[in-house]
């Protein structure tokens, strides 16, 4: 059964951090992905990382404040968050890609970050 599990997420002050983890299981991914989805807007992509070579890929709002990365041990996917603002609120989903270029095949149920003012 493939699984993918995030957790970390919470409440906090704008200018904190947190970590939000991704636990893969059941296959082997090319790709992992992170995107967020606020109420009301599309889902959109954060950044990812591909699982053989640590190549990783950021959204330009994110870029120089997110961090991906993997434990390969673990089957985990990190996104370390710094100096989060109002506006990263937003529901967090890994994803996890088969084959490099395609869409993305398995999807976690997310993890709610909530960032206050």
């Known amino acids: 059964q493939v699984q993918l599990v995030e957790s970390g997420g919470g409440l906090v002050q704008a200018g904190a951090s947190l970590r939000l983890s991704c636990a893969a299981s059941?296959?082997?991914?090319?790709?992992i992905g992170w995107f967020r989805q606020a109420p009301g807007k599309e889902r959109r992509f954060v950044a990812a990382?591909?699982?053989?070579?640590?190549?990783?890929y950021y959204a330009d709002s994110v870029k120089g404040r997110f961090t991906i990365s993997r434990d390969n041990a673990k089957n985990t996917v990190y996104l370390q968050m710094n100096s989060l603002k109002p506006e990263d609120t937003a529901n967090y989903y890994c994803?996890?890609?088969?084959?490099?270029?395609?869409?993305?095949?398995?999807w976690g149920q997310g993890t709610q970050v909530t960032v206050s003012s």
């Open positions: 990382i591909s699982w053989s070579h640590a190549s990783t």
């Open positions: 059941g296959r082997t991914f090319t790709n």
């Open positions: 994803a996890g890609q088969l084959r490099g270029g395609s869409s993305y095949d398995y």
